[in-house]
C-alpha cells in the first residue's frame, strides 16, 4: 500500500501547483490518511471511527474494514454532516449530507462508495472505501488550507484563482482515483458534479 498523498505549502498558501501525488499500483489501494492527520484539519471530535464491531460483519475486503476504524470519516461543512455505519439491504451506509440530502454507502464485495439521493439519483464517488477517504483528506485539507476560497466572491481574481484550486483538486482525485472522474459527467460521477459547482 502507498499514502494518499504529498503537499507542499508556499507562503502560507496551498501552492496546489506543487502538490504531487504520490503513485498508486493498479492492484494495491492507497492507504488510509492518519487519523491524527485528519483531525488536525477537521477538528478535535470531528473525525468519527468505525470501532471493529461495527464493520465485523460486512462483506468488503478487510484493509477497507481496517481503514474505516483506524482512519474514521471526517465532517467537511456541506459534504459529510453525519457519519454512521450500519447495514442496509444494498449497501452499507456510512455518512450523509443533511444540507445536500444524500447517503454515502459502500458497496457489498467491493467496497465501492456510492451516493444515493431523496430522489432516487445515485453518484459514483470513489472505487474503494479507501480512495473514498483520500478523497475527502484532500477536499477537507484544501477547504482549510486555501487562502482564497472564503474570499472568491471578492472579485474576478479571486474566482479565478478559485476556480483554478477547485480543477486542480479535480485533477488530483481522477489521479488517485480514475474512475471517480470518469468521463466528468455531473448525472453519474459525484465528484465532477460537487467540485465543478462548488462556488456555485
Not at 470531528?46 to 484493509?63: F, G, Q, Y
Not at 452499507?92 to 444540507?99: G, P, V
Amino acid at each position: 500500500m502507498v499514502g494518499c498523498l504529498a503537499t507542499t505549502r508556499t507562503l502560507g498558501a496551498w501552492n496546489l501547483a506543487r502538490t504531487t501525488l504520490i503513485g498508486v499500483p493498479v492492484d494495491d489501494l492507497p492507504l488510509p490518511p492518519a487519523f491524527e492527520a485528519v483531525t488536525a484539519w477537521a477538528g478535535t471530535g470531528r473525525v468519527v471511527r468505525a470501532t471493529e464491531l461495527d464493520v465485523a460483519t460486512w462483506r468488503l475486503p478487510d484493509p477497507q474494514k481496517a481503514a474505516l476504524v483506524s482512519c474514521g470519516v471526517p465532517l467537511i461543512d456541506d459534504l459529510v454532516n453525519a457519519v454512521s455505519f450500519h447495514a442496509e439491504p444494498t449497501m452499507y451506509r456510512l455518512a450523509n449530507s443533511d444540507d445536500l440530502d444524500w447517503v454515502y454507502g459502500a458497496v457489498p464485495g467491493t467496497g465501492e462508495v456510492q451516493a444515493w439521493s431523496s430522489d432516487g439519483s445515485t453518484w459514483f464517488v470513489n472505487s474503494t472505501i479507501n480512495h473514498w477517504l483520500c478523497s475527502l483528506h484532500m477536499v477537507g485539507s484544501w477547504l482549510t488550507s486555501s487562502t482564497v476560497i472564503g474570499r472568491w466572491d471578492e472579485d474576478g481574481q479571486a474566482e479565478e484563482e478559485a476556480l483554478a484550486e477547485l480543477a486542480d483538486l479535480l485533477e488530483r482525485i481522477r489521479a488517485l482515483d480514475p474512475p471517480a472522474f470518469g468521463d466528468g459527467d455531473h448525472a453519474t460521477h459525484f465528484w465532477p458534479a460537487v467540485l465543478d459547482r462548488w462556488l456555485y
